[in-house]
């Protein structure tokens, strides 16, 4: 399957390797340390039943206590980068994730997912896309990525389609994930200005179950796959997390009417897990923003 199937069978071996981040040496000195990661479901960013050999690596951090109403969506500013020499069997990229479900049942597991990748098995080729993807039962018959089932409806008007290509030149990504208080849908807005965002289009409330209302988690950060015994690819630009860096920027919460707000009491009450730091890593939050990434070569 793919990128939305980042995750989480196999999640439970990565979660072992899991730590708090450790300063690289090539890192800006300031960093110091962020808080260890605490807890992220199992299900929330995907599970891949039929890819063994292919091992998955994350760098992220994520909101998980919501307000008693819930969360109601998330934006955030994403670098991007080209990998041309990207392998099939290998991907990289960077999202947003907000997803609904109590982490007992798999099947409740709700999730939305939108942002940048590198996947030949995707797309059958190296260039940079634009994604969003859906499940409604924990990746097991509902959901795809872009427009390759019924589910996500595109606008129109929209500037640009689910899988379109994006230029590197053209600068970072604003996305933006929100339940319209207007419609109760899941809506999503693109930008190369987080000023100047417009609607992509939208996930019905009806194709969820416990997205319907509200979601309980949200994740930002960047991933990379690879195969089992091979070098892993570079996640973020391939550098150590620093100065001049990967980032994702602008992390705001967004409320039903669309706007966007910063809770006051991040980053402590933020998690933060990176799967191998021997090979990626991230650093601590601040202004709404944090580094991330690593030139990979991990094997397992």
Known sequence: MSLAQLAFVGFLNLLAKASSYQLHPNTIPQFGRSSSFKHIDQKTVGAVKHEPERLRYYTIYQA??????????????????????????????????????????????????????????????????FFVYWTADGYRSTGCFDLNCDGFVPVNTAHITPGDTLDPAGGPITVKIFKSKDDEDWWVYFGRDMTNLNPVGFWPKSIFTTLVDSANHVTWGGYAIGLRGNPSPPMGDGQWPGTGSATVQNIQLVNTDGQGYSEPVWPVALDVFTSNTKCYQASPFANNMFYYGGPGGCTK
């Open 64 to 129: 998980s206590t919501p307000p008693k109403s819930g969360y109601t969506g998330s934006m955030a500013t994403l670098d991007i980068y080209s990998f041309p020499n990207m392998k099939n069997n290998e991907a990289t990229g960077s999202l947003i994730w907000i997803s609904n479900g109590n982490g007992d049942d798999p099947a409740d597991i709700n999730d939305i997912q939108a942002g940048w990748t590198v996947d030949p098995n995707i797309y059958g080729d190296t260039n940079i896309h």
